[in-house]
């Protein structure tokens, strides 16, 4: 049976899935999305991203199809449809269709479409071994703090590290790592404590950096919120990188530098194992 879609309103099979060619996310990227995690059947942390879904919407005056609550109806849905119980719910939102124009109607209906995918996001290879990563310059806009559809750089990017043998890409701008490609950045120094770059218009918001933090407090671990070099990465203790699609995922290489032993480290097995626990008990 093929993977029921939701599209507008409608669920239906994802071959008789369709959107207008002068949709202005097709056309222009005009619109943004939301990834949430499902394990056991259910959404991870999906407060966190209807926050991020209401507040990007809000930041390109695009206004909400349909209440948080529908929406959710709607995911849960999809998960039932589908008979999804590992993987995760994608939800975009465009500004909706219109003869291509870069000026926009304020009276336009916006876009909904949804589905879901099957992955493995509790014991994947990357989780278990830890991955290699690539290191790019981000050659993104300046508002990487709303999750739109104009994804070209982090594709570009992610392929370059495929090219060289690596599982993913973290980006550097004026010195210093931004984020993952998909995923917010983290290293651990020598006395343990965990860095990561502030929140700000220069990164995305992490729904799992959120959760993963909280656990890492409850854990007496220090943080330090500040941007950290490539340097620093290479001289880490432990690295690795979060999102909803990878939860904690160890880095073990950055860019053809071995971190540390080569191998996850055990705050990071830390973390990993507590954020599971975590979302599974949901």
Not at 111 to 129: E, R
Not at 241 to 246: L, V
Not at 252 to 261: E, F, H, N, R
Request: aromatic content about 6%; glycine content about 6%.
């Amino acid at each position: 049976m093929s993977r029921i879609v939701y599209v507008n309103g409608a669920y239906v099979p994802e071959e008789e899935a369709k959107i207008s060619v002068f949709d202005r996310g097709f056309v222009f990227g005009d619109g943004i999305y939301e990834v949430s995690a499902v394990i056991d059947g259910k959404l991870v942390d999906n407060d966190a991203h209807m926050a991020r879904l209401g507040r990007s919407l809000k930041m390109i005056d695009v206004p909400a199809p349909m209440s948080d609550e529908d929406i959710i109806a709607m995911q849960n849905e999809l998960i039932k449809r589908n008979n999804l119980t590992e993987g995760v719910v994608y939800m975009q939102i465009t500004r909706g269709a219109a003869d291509r124009d870069f000026v926009y109607s304020k009276d336009m209906t916006p876009s909904l479409v949804a589905y879901t995918q099957v992955k493995n996001l509790t014991a994947s290879a990357a989780q278990k071994n830890g991955i290699a990563i690539h290191v790019v310059e981000d050659i993104r806009w300046q508002r990487r703090d709303i999750k739109t559809v104009m994804l070209l750089a982090q594709v570009l990017a992610k392929q370059e590290a495929t090219a060289h043998g690596c599982q993913d890409a973290w980006m550097q701008e004026d010195g210093y790592i931004t984020e993952g490609a998909s995923s917010s950045a983290f290293i651990i120094t020598e006395d343990g404590t965990l860095i990561v770059r502030p929140n700000s218009n220069a990164i995305l918001p992490g729904c799992t950096r959120i959760a993963m933090l909280k656990i890492a407090e409850e854990q007496n671990l220090k943080v330090e919120d500040r941007r950290f070099t490539l340097e620093e990465a290479f001289k880490a203790k432990e690295a690795f990188q979060t999102s909803a699609s990878g939860f904690v995922t160890p880095v073990v290489k950055i860019a053809g530098t071995v971190i540390a032993d080569g191998k996850p480290g055990p705050i990071t097995r830390s973390l990993q194992e507590k954020y599971i626990e975590v979302a599974k008990a949901v």
